[in-house]
């Protein structure tokens, strides 16, 4: 096997009893929030067209919660089963337009055969974070002045009263559409 046990080389792998390899994954990952190393257990074995790669990993994320602003942590269990096939371009592949298939949606190893475990964790980790972060249900969303301390500040001073009166002049056609009792 090589000396790295995160980069598995497909030719190496058919060599081994059973064509399987089962890989403990504890690293920090760049480019992840984490605060702690991913963790996992993989079984890695090679088919006739390719590895498969099959486990799963922990990780425990620092994020910030798009609503209130806070950080909080969100734990991520990511299971992970995907296939790579050894890319040989045909002619087909040269062609500008033709109908995608099946095998097109099939990750490809890269041309010395080699496959990356840190990578594939890497694209997990970051497909599983969720796109619209939340600290909870309950979340207070951002804190804002009370209402007796913003009018206190308008209300206090002239410039700030001024600036509340003032409407953008492209806004301004806008206020001809409501009443004046429902602007306010």
Not at 71 to 86: C, G, T
Not at 164 to 178: C, E, G, S, V, Y
Request: hydrophobic letters at 35%.
């Amino acid at each position: 096997m090589s000396n790295n046990p995160l980069k598995i080389n497909i030719d190496d792998l058919r060599l081994l009893p059973q064509q399987r390899l089962n890989v403990s994954f504890k690293e920090s990952v760049d480019g992840l929030d984490a605060v702690k190393p991913v963790s996992g257990e993989f079984t890695v074995s090679a088919g006739a067209t390719g590895i498969k790669l099959n486990g799963q990993v922990q990780t425990l994320l620092k994020l910030t919660c798009h609503r209130c602003l806070q950080p909080y942590f969100l734990s991520l269990n990511v299971p992970i089963d995907e296939h790579f096939q050894v890319w040989t371009p045909q002619a087909d592949d040269l062609r500008r337009e033709r109908e995608l298939t099946a095998g097109d949606f099939i990750e490809h190893l890269s041309e010395d055969g080699t496959l990356d475990i840190v990578d594939v964790v890497y694209q997990a980790v970051t497909l599983a974070t969720p796109v619209t972060c939340l600290c909870g249900d309950d979340c207070p969303g951002p804190a804002f002045p009370s209402n007796e301390a913003r009018r206190g500040s308008l209300a206090g001073d002239k410039e700030g009263r001024d600036r509340a009166d003032r409407i953008d002049p492209r806004w301004k056609n806008l206020k001809t559409l409501f009443p004046k009792d429902e602007t306010d």
